[in-house]
């Protein structure tokens, strides 16, 4: 069996979530019980906690739902690109190193040498250009491992609006810490939800030999 990397984060009561969204929460419909076979367990949470892929919905009002993207992008040889403490955005400079001409369709850049348990409001994000030379080169999917590709504070969403216009799609919240720089398959399907604007997904990477 090929190895794996399992680069999502564990999803729970306590995990981080953007300011105003709505945290992960758990309550048990039945228990194992004298005349209850089964525990069955009802959550509450917004699609963007832990590892998720955004949809157009959320950042365009007449964009497609997470139930309708399609799944090519989200599947395939993907790059790791290190840029750790690039700060406060992704620049061209902290991925060049990387980028040749046998640049995969996906690409996941590194920022935190270890993923925070906390939310961290002064998170790394995609410079705007950056997204627009990597989709320049034909690439499809851009990750990261921080809440967002844009800063946390951003108001007008750049980077967003560029994977809008250019037809990308993005996952965030990876966790890359334990990832070498390299390429891998990406393995990060959504979920068939068909009216939400985004969705989880059970983000993993796996060798190509």
């Known amino acids: 069996m090929k190895e794996l990397w399992d680069i999502s984060p564990p999803v729970h009561a306590g995990a981080p979530v953007f300011p105003g969204d709505t945290p992960y929460q758990q309550q048990w419909c039945a228990t194992l019980a004298p005349g209850c076979p089964v525990n069955v367990s009802a959550i509450t949470m917004s ?45 061209w ?60 504070d951003s108001k007008t969403l750049e980077s967003h609006q560029v994977i809008r216009r250019r037809n990308l799609r993005v996952l965030e919240n990876l966790v890359l810490d334990d990832v070498p720089e390299g390429d891998y398959e990406l393995i990060a399907l959504p979920l068939r939800l068909t009216t939400a604007d985004a969705s989880p997904v059970r983000a993993v990477l796996r060798a190509l030999t």
């Not at 959320?58 to 497609?64: L, N, R, T, V």
């Not at 991925?95 to 995969?104: E, S, Y």
């Open 47 to 91: 699609p963007h906690v832990g590892a998720h892929a955004d949809a157009p919905l959320h950042y365009d009002a007449q964009g497609a739902a997470a139930g309708d993207l399609p799944l090519a992008p989200f599947l395939g040889p993907c790059r790791v690109i290190h840029a750790l403490g690039c700060h406060p955005l992704i620049e």
């Open 93 to 152: 400079a902290h991925i060049a190193h990387a980028v040749n001409d046998t640049l995969p369709q996906r690409v996941l850049v590194r920022t935190y040498a270890q993923a925070p348990a906390q939310w961290d409001g002064q998170l790394a994000a995609y410079a705007p250009d950056t997204i627009e030379r990597l989709a320049d080169r034909g690439v499809l999917l851009v990750g990261i491992d921080t809440a967002s590709i844009d800063p946390a």
